[in-house]
Structure formats: structure tokens, C-alpha cells
T-cell receptor
Framework: NAGVTQTPKFRILKIGQSMTLQCTQD?????MYWYRQDPGMGLKLIYY???????DKGEVPNGYNVSRSTTEDFPLRLELAAPSQTSVYFC?????????????FGPGTRLTVL | RKEVEQDPGPFNVPEGATVAFNCTYS??????FFWYRQDCRKEPKLLMSVYSSGNEDGRFTAQLNRASQYISLLIRDSKLSDSATYLCVVIGPSGSARQLTFGSGTQLTVLP
């Protein structure tokens, strides 16, 4: 099993550009999450999904969109990139049965907006 | 008050020392608790779950104090390889995806 994979690993965007961060998990987990982590800070939840076709906003959703058409994939879309979106983005998945279950993280995407 | 709070540190300790971190949570009905470890520029990984009766895994001991609403992580005989950021995770009463909250992390550096 590959676990949670993310692409790309690194990206530099210009202000106003758009991009999609890809996230795939092969563990058949229901719950998937997108976090951002700014330097020296904790994880902030952007969006999450409890299953295919179901998504909801987290703590910091502005400037982002998500979709969940399959159990495996949970892409994060950045529209009109801004310097404030410079961060490391982590995707995670969890089996999602109540209180149990470890969260598994992808290796992250390091995004710089100039 | 933040939902989950941690002392950011940094904690700088010599090899072989014992070090302890606390993590406080605001919702008294929270149900599940975890410690994650994050190495520099890497993703977080589960270190251990925290059970009501306390649990131990080698040099690591996790405890839950419901009365005072905190969890703790004790590391004995610190190794250089223990240097990392330690994140606590609290899952709220419903166990829903939205109620999983990370602390901001405590940075540990073990010095030779």
C-alpha cells in the first residue's frame, strides 16, 4: 500500500495563478482532510470530507475549493493564488469510525506564491 | 480559550534526560486523545494513543487527566532521535471529522 500520496511535492506560483493539489489514498478510508501548516505553526484545517460526494469547510476555507468524486481522491483547488497561501499543504485520511482510527498523512506539498 | 493548547517550547534537554509535555483541552466531553510526532519538514505520524488508564510504549508514557482536562507525554532516557515536534490531537464528543483538533505542537531538541 502506498498510503496517502500527494502531488506535486513543490510548486511556485505567481499571484493570481490557479492550481490543483492532488491527494490519493489507497486504504479505503472514508474521512479525508486538507490542512495547511505555516512555518513554526500548527495544522489548520481547510476542508474535510466524510465520504464520496460529501465535503465541508474547516477553519480556513477561503481561497480554496475541494471535490470528492471517489473514495480515493480528494483534490484541493487554489483559485487566484495569493502570497498568504504560501504554506505546506498536507492531505490526511482516517477510517472514520467514530473515535477510533489513526490519521495518515501524505508527505506534503510545499507551495510558494510570489 | 483555544480548543487545544500546548506549550510551544522549545524544550532543549541533554541526552538521557526525562522530559514531559502537557496538552490542555477545553471541551470536557472530548473522547479520544493522541500524540503525533512531526520531524522537520515532514508529515505528522502517530506516536501513540492516550488511554484513560494511561499507557506506555517503551520509553514513552502517555496519560490522561480528565479532571484537569489535559494529556501528557513523558519521554524517558531521551535520544538524539527524539528531537522533533510533538503534536497532541483531541477528538470531540461526537467523534466527527470536524471535531478532530491538533495542538500547535511542542518542539523538543535533545542535545548531545
Amino acid at each position: 500500500n502506498a498510503g496517502v500520496t500527494q502531488t506535486p511535492k513543490f510548486r511556485i506560483l505567481k499571484i493570481g495563478q490557479s492550481m490543483t493539489l492532488q491527494c490519493t489514498q489507497d486504504m479505503n478510508h472514508n474521512y479525508m482532510y486538507w490542512y495547511r501548516q505555516d512555518p513554526g505553526m500548527g495544522l489548520k484545517l481547510i476542508y474535510y470530507s466524510v465520504g464520496a460526494g460529501i465535503t465541508d469547510k474547516g477553519e480556513v476555507p477561503n481561497g480554496y475549493n475541494v471535490s470528492r468524486s471517489t473514495t480515493e481522491d480528494f483534490p484541493l483547488r487554489l483559485e487566484l493564488a495569493a502570497p498568504s497561501q504560501t504554506s505546506v499543504y498536507f492531505c490526511a485520511s482516517r477510517r472514520g469510525e467514530g473515535h477510533s482510527g489513526e490519521q495518515f498523512f501524505g508527505p506534503g506539498t510545499r507551495l510558494t506564491v510570489l | 480559550r483555544k480548543e487545544v493548547e500546548q506549550d510551544p517550547g522549545p524544550f532543549n534537554v541533554p541526552e538521557g534526560a526525562t522530559v514531559a509535555f502537557n496538552c490542555t483541552y477545553s471541551n470536557s466531553a472530548s473522547q479520544s486523545f493522541f500524540w503525533y510526532r512531526q520531524d522537520c519538514r515532514k508529515e505528522p505520524k502517530l506516536l501513540m494513543s492516550v488511554y484513560s488508564s494511561g499507557n506506555e510504549d517503551g520509553r514513552f508514557t502517555a496519560q490522561l487527566n480528565r479532571a484537569s482536562q489535559y494529556i501528557s507525554l513523558l519521554i524517558r532516557d531521551s535520544k538524539l532521535s527524539d528531537s522533533a515536534t510533538y503534536l497532541c490531537v483531541v477528538i470531540g464528543p461526537s467523534g466527527s471529522a470536524r471535531q478532530l483538533t491538533f495542538g500547535s505542537g511542542t518542539q523538543l531538541t535533545v542535545l548531545p
